[in-house]
């Protein structure tokens, strides 16, 4: 079944020490996004490919960095992880503006602790 | 610009009872409207979506939803509650690369 995968969906990591998370999909879908998702409420965008078209939220801070080698992979790092990082990291893919209906589809996420 | 309102936060009813989920919108253009549901420590599933077609949705799981442009309005209902649609709910307006998601409704079925 085509699908969006997200790896590993338990990562725990200490104060200030990169970690990344990965997300892969089969859909061959050209937009993928990245989400991040803090308990009781609703994901926040953090910023979305486009192709290779990286595209930023303007209140995604600098911690927050985005790598898509290819249409499959996309990669999320965070640089210095903080406790205020802790959340449910989802990835996300989509036709784009060609796809008609902007569907998203989601991956069944990463929890992130940080300690 | 665009915005979704879900009504309430928390809604509980009996198992075999009647869900409504509320939800309002406002979009300066013609958005596509979707309904997904979270459960604890998942992914978001797309319940069902609204793109211009018929004004009723049938979507998933016996849940549907009508498009009411008048009302700006999308909310979600099902017949009989389950115990297993115990979740978080999200309405979403969403224009091309710009997907706006509701607060979210928690779900709690009793039994």
């Known amino acids: 079944d085509a699908m969006v995968i997200q790896n590993p969906r338990y990562q725990v990591t200490q104060f200030g020490k990169p970690v990344t998370l990965s997300c892969s999909q089969t859909l061959n879908h050209n937009v993928m996004y990245w989400y991040q998702q803090k308990s009781s409420q609703a994901p926040k965008l953090l910023f979305h490919y486009y192709d290779k078209d990286f595209n930023n939220e303007a209140d995604t801070p600098d911690n927050f960095q985005s790598r898509r080698p290819n249409t499959s992979f996309c990669f999320l790092d965070i640089r210095s992880p903080g406790l205020g990082d802790a959340a449910m990291y989802l990835c996300a893919t989509s036709a784009g503006q060609t796809g008609g209906s902007y569907e998203q589809y989601f991956g069944p996420g990463t929890r992130l602790t940080v300690t | 610009a665009q915005s979704v309102t879900q009504l309430d936060s928390h809604v509980s009813v009996s198992e075999g009872t009647p869900v409504l989920l509320r939800c309002n919108y406002s979009?300066?253009?013609?958005?596509?409207l979707f309904w997904y549901v979270q459960h604890p420590n998942k992914g978001l599933q797309l319940l069902l979506k609204y793109t211009s077609a018929a004004t009723l949705v049938k979507g998933i799981n016996g849940f549907e939803a009508e498009f009411k442009k008048s009302e700006t309005s999308f909310h979600l209902t099902k017949p009989s509650a389950h115990m297993s649609d115990a979740a978080e709910y999200f309405c979403v307006v969403s224009l091309p690369l710009d997907m706006r998601f509701g607060a979210g409704t928690r779900l709690t079925v009793k039994p």
């Open positions: 979009s300066s253009y013609s958005p596509s």
